[in-house]
């Protein structure tokens, strides 16, 4: 039996609401995901919540509750912007769970049993905000802390170890080896410039004293699990049921990718004598106003004019078109600048303008013309053959950029074909033609019909992975059932001549920017 194509997100920290960051992640992971399963592959897709930790404690004190309340609260939140926008994830983890909680305490006990982990007593420097120990070298050059450390306090506590740094080299060497382990290459050679310096052993332990909210350490029950360490392990801990070790790809956002992902975790799998997931994809930050978009709110925002945030777009517009949007405008692996003019831009003019109306009209002349049935294409001049062509060399391109992660050009590409699909319209113009007498006309106006909505069509399976919803849609006004596999689908074909076409259809309504009145 071979095992499915196992892909995870990062799990998100359950101490506030959902925001574009978090969005964009599940929508990169799907994507990647719903391209697998058109091309006809089993996969097994993971997201879900990472629930323990200083950041959750402190959130459940402050707003009164238990942090188990709590995390219940936000793990609703976060499963309900999934379904919004349609994520097909098949698992969802949280790390509260005894699923997780038993392999967390199992991996624990292994490496302690194995000389692994070790207790030592430490004196040094702790950041409440990030919940590790830092180091005078980490101070700016005017000697203090980053302001990310947040407060910074010194302590001496006993703790336990993993060690780590004896495995330096190791990791080395297997970068060396898999220089296609992370996405973009050049976050893999930052990996290498980071393991350049010695690194130290980790702690993986936290008193209870500060910290009771984590998984108590199996061999002391007065400490439990440093957050890191228990959150990583979900990835091996939710894929036991379906036996899909190793994970073919971990999706991550940049932030944490060293050390968290590119150190510990495959020192940790290496130590446990597990494999290593085939390929961590890291991807960068959605910016607003050169800021990364996050949950905290300045006072600077405040005053800041205010924009409809990507959420509520989303809200307001479906869920294809913010898809369309996170995976048309961010370069995987580059930041992107987030604007609501921007999001309205692409809404109204490759949506609303390059594709509804495209689909819009062909509705409206099969209905007005040839009583909602498709004809058949009976003219093949050079205009529908260099269409076909250019179809062709589309989806070559489309596929292949896609299969690289360029989400971006992958939809530029494709977007081009809709714009030469909307001149050939405009060239043929079959509203013309379908006034003369000639029956030579009528086969050039049936023919330009046929030819639109094949080219539609072949978009709409194209971009069924991004869009799901309106590729369906359309597929379902154009009288078939909607593809589940690109094979077969892709290329251009007669499959929907003789078919009952539907009534005109406005797939992309007009935004309430307050600029233009809605029609009735
Ligand atoms: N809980 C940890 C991850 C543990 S994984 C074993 C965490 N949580 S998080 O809620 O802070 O972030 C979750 C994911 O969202 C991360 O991959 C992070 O990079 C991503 N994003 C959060 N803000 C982001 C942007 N502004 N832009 C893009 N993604 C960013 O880290």
């Not at 976060?78 to 349609?86: D, H, S, T, Y």
């Not at 199992?106 to 692994?116: F, M, P, S, T, V």
């Not at 209870?208 to 108590?216: F, T, V």
């Not at 590409?413 to 809709?418: A, I, T």
Request: charged share 25%; hydrophobic share 40%.
């Amino acid at each position: 039996m071979t095992k499915p194509f196992y892909l995870t997100t990062a799990i998100d920290y359950a101490n506030g609401a959902p925001h574009l960051g978090h969005a964009y992640e599940k929508v990169l992971a799907d994507t990647i995901v719903r391209f697998r399963r058109m091309k006809g592959e089993e996969v097994h897709f993971l997201t879900g919540l990472d629930e323990h930790g200083q950041k959750v404690q402190q959130n459940a004190q402050k707003l009164g509750i238990e942090p188990q309340a709590c995390c219940d609260q936000v793990a609703e939140l976060f499963q309900g912007i999934c379904k919004e926008l349609q994520i097909s994830n098949d698992d969802y983890i949280r790390t509260t769970q005894p699923r997780h909680v038993k392999v967390v305490q199992e991996i624990l006990q292994k490496l302690y049993d194995a000389g692994e982990i070790y207790k030592a007593d430490y004196k040094g420097f702790y950041s409440i905000r990030q919940e590790q120990f830092v180091l005078e070298k980490d101070k700016t050059p005017d000697g203090k802390w980053p302001e990310l450390f947040g407060e910074v306090i010194e302590i001496t506590e006993s703790n336990y170890f993993f060690r780590l740094a004896k495995y330096q080299d190791w990791l080395r060497k297997y970068l060396e080896d898999h220089p296609d382990f992370i996405f973009p290459a050049f976050r893999q050679k930052n990996v290498v410039e980071f393991l350049k310096e010695p690194i130290s052993d980790l702690c993986i332990s936290r008193p209870k004293e500060r910290l009771s909210w984590g998984i108590e350490l199996p061999f002391d029950k007065d400490f439990v699990t440093y957050v890191w360490f228990d959150a990583l392990t979900n990835y091996y801990s939710a894929s036991l049921e379906k036996q899909c070790w190793p994970a073919d790809i971990h999706v991550i956002g940049k932030d944490i990718l060293v050390p968290p992902h590119a150190v510990y975790w495959p020192i940790m799998l290496h130590a446990l004598g597990l494999e290593l997931p085939k390929k961590i994809v890291a991807h960068g930050w959605w910016l607003s106003a050169g800021r990364k978009v996050s949950k905290t709110k300045t006072d600077a925002d405040a005053d800041a004019p205010k924009e409809k945030t990507a959420i509520e777009l989303m809200r307001e517009l479906g869920a294809d078109a913010f898809r369309y949007f996170v995976m048309r405008e961010m370069n995987v692996g580059q930041d992107s600048e987030y604007s609501e003019a921007l999001y309205l831009s692409r809404y109204k003019s490759d949506l609303g303008n390059d594709l509804g109306n495209m689909v819009n009209r062909v509705l409206n002349m099969t209905g007005n013309y040839c009583g909602h049935v498709l004809p058949a294409a009976t003219v093949c001049e050079a205009l529908e053959q260099n269409l076909r062509e250019l179809w062709e060399k589309t989806e070559r391109q489309y596929q292949a950029l896609a299969a690289d992660f360029q989400f971006h050009t992958a939809l530029d590409v494709l977007w081009n074909f809709v714009r030469e699909l909307n001149r050939y319209a405009n060239e043929r113009a079959p509203w013309k033609l379908a006034k003369s007498e000639d029956p030579a006309d009528r086969a050039k106006m049936e023919t330009s019909l046929a030819t639109m909505a094949e080219g539609l069509r072949l978009v709409a399976v194209a971009v069924t992975p991004i869009m799901p919803g309106i590729a369906a849609k359309i597929q379902t006004l154009f009288g078939i059932e909607a593809a589940e596999k690109f094979e077969g689908n892709l290329a251009w074909s007669d499959i929907l001549v003789g078919k009952t076409f539907g009534e005109k259809a406005i797939l992309f309504p007009r935004p309430d920017d307050g600029k233009a009145p809605k029609k009735a």
